[in-house]
């Protein structure tokens, strides 16, 4: 008898309960897998060709995401301009990359977000010829290398040259690969030349040393830095490149560009919340050498920033910058730290849902024990209503028959403690029932 009042009492049970846990867990399913996925365990960022500084960068926000257990594919590209067009392609299969100053004007940035500027990138004007130049004006009529078409260096030489009334009718530009720069400098073949280099860059290096080769101290550095936000006066000191050669001889202005860390829109937060943590931790100090020097122009604390002049800025990244890494990822990793973030805004879903339905399935549980009882008192009241016509003993007997019937199968009826006594009422009832069967001249 008890196991059957458990097996019933189990059943009436599970009957509530499958419902909600079947609405817990495709409200859970939906949150998972629709509103907030896990992230994707491979992040590509386009770099530039191995051995660049891009490249370099990468590899060492590669240490970062191995760590977090999730894999950085590098990509070597053409350099700034075709990591743009990468990112603004849907099938290029890239989800970040290094984007140079000033190349968002011309390109189209809608979808991208920025995650702050992480290096400066200065712009280099060298020149042969033993008369000093300042200013970029100076350079009208002469033959300049602007670097490979389409490159970065060409875009942004090309549209400083063009601020100062330098085109194609004005003076002799020529695209022409970085490398070869030193060569055709020397030889004469040029009389300038832009390169867009970081200064431990070896064509810079190069270039510095060349005989008959400089570099142009930009006499008006802050005029440009005001009139592009992209640009920033930066002064390279005497003799800090080479002191025993004392190169440079003095103190030489240049102005600079800063490189972007850039991803689409669409790319998963947990993975910009890392990316972000890897630009903090590799380009939020400076950078020492074997030697205990540090590299040029890296001020700890300068990058990355926390604002982009081109482009949108991620809110993701703003956290990252003024809080740090999300307080999970501090103590457990980065994987568990997703997972119990996503459980968290999956409660934003599941709550709404849970509070009606945990509210009602008493409700629920309360009408379907009520119902057993009724459904034996429709059966005494029917059987009563039979009775009236009941005129001889034998039909009377009959009914009576009837009546033991309903008593032993309510006799067996499996109802909670709660619902004692709605039981011990329908009984009193049948009791009454009995009674007036039995003396049917009441009836």
Do not use: C
């Not at 495709?26 to 530039?48: E, I």
């Not at 989800?95 to 190349?103: K, N, S, T």
């Not at 970065?152 to 490398?179: D, K, Q, V, Y």
């Not at 280099?197 to 190069?206: V, Y």
């Amino acid at each position: 008898m008890r196991s059957r009042f458990v097996r019933f009492q189990l059943r009436d049970l599970l009957l509530i309960a499958v419902p909600v846990l079947l609405a817990v867990a495709a409200a859970t399913w939906f949150t998972f897998r629709l509103a907030h996925p896990a992230p994707p365990d491979t992040l590509v960022l386009s770099a530039a060709a191995a051995g660049s500084p891009y490249y370099r960068y990468a590899e060492r926000y590669r240490a970062v995401f191995e760590r977090n257990g999730v894999k950085l594919e590098i990509r070597e590209s053409g350099g700034s301009l075709a990591n743009l067009k990468s990112l603004s392609d849907p099938g290029s299969g890239v989800d970040a990359a290094f984007v140079q100053g000033g190349l968002a004007l011309n390109n189209d940035t809608h979808g991208l977000l920025s995650l702050g500027r992480i290096a400066y990138e200065p712009l280099w004007v060298f020149y042969n010829g033993s008369t000093p130049l300042e200013r970029l004006t100076e350079l009208k009529g002469k033959r300049i290398l602007v670097g490979p078409a389409g490159s970065g260096t060409s875009s942004l030489a090309l549209r400083l040259l063009a601020a100062n009334g330098i085109t194609n009718e004005t003076a002799t530009l020529i695209n022409h690969e970085l490398p070869d720069y030193v060569d055709l400098l020397a030889k004469g073949e040029a009389d300038a030349g832009f390169l867009v280099l970081a200064p431990e860059a070896k064509t810079i290096q190069r270039l510095l040393r060349t005989p008959d080769i400089h570099f142009m101290s930009f006499a008006n550095a802050d005029a440009y830095a005001q009139r592009f936000p992209f640009l920033s006066r930066l002064v390279l000191r005497e003799g800090v490149v080479d002191f025993a050669a004392n190169v440079p001889h003095s103190d030489t202005t240049l102005i600079a560009t800063t490189v972007a860390v850039v991803v689409r829109e669409s790319l998963h937060p947990a993975l910009v919340n890392l990316l972000a943590q890897a630009l903090q931790e590799v380009h939020g100090q400076s950078t020492v050498n074997d030697a205990g020097e540090v590299q040029l122009f890296q001020n700890a604390g300068e990058f990355p920033t926390a604002n982009d002049p081109e482009f949108a800025f991620s809110d993701e990244a703003r956290r990252v910058y003024r809080s740090g890494a999300p307080l999970l990822q501090r103590y457990v990793p980065f994987w568990v730290a997703t997972t119990v973030d996503r459980l968290m805004i999956s409660l934003v879903v599941l709550v709404p849902i849970l509070i009606p339905l945990l509210r009602f399935a008493p409700q629920i549980y309360d009408w379907r024990i009520r119902r057993r009882i009724i459904h034996w008192y429709g059966e005494l009241k029917r059987l009563e209503a039979s009775a009236k016509s009941a005129t001889t003993s034998e039909e009377r007997a009959a009914k009576l028959r009837d009546l033991e019937t309903i008593e032993a199968a309510v006799d067996n009826l499996p109802i909670p403690l709660g619902f004692a006594d709605r039981l011990y009422q329908l009984r009193q009832h049948i009791e009454l029932a009995r009674r007036r069967l039995t003396f049917a001249g009441r009836f």
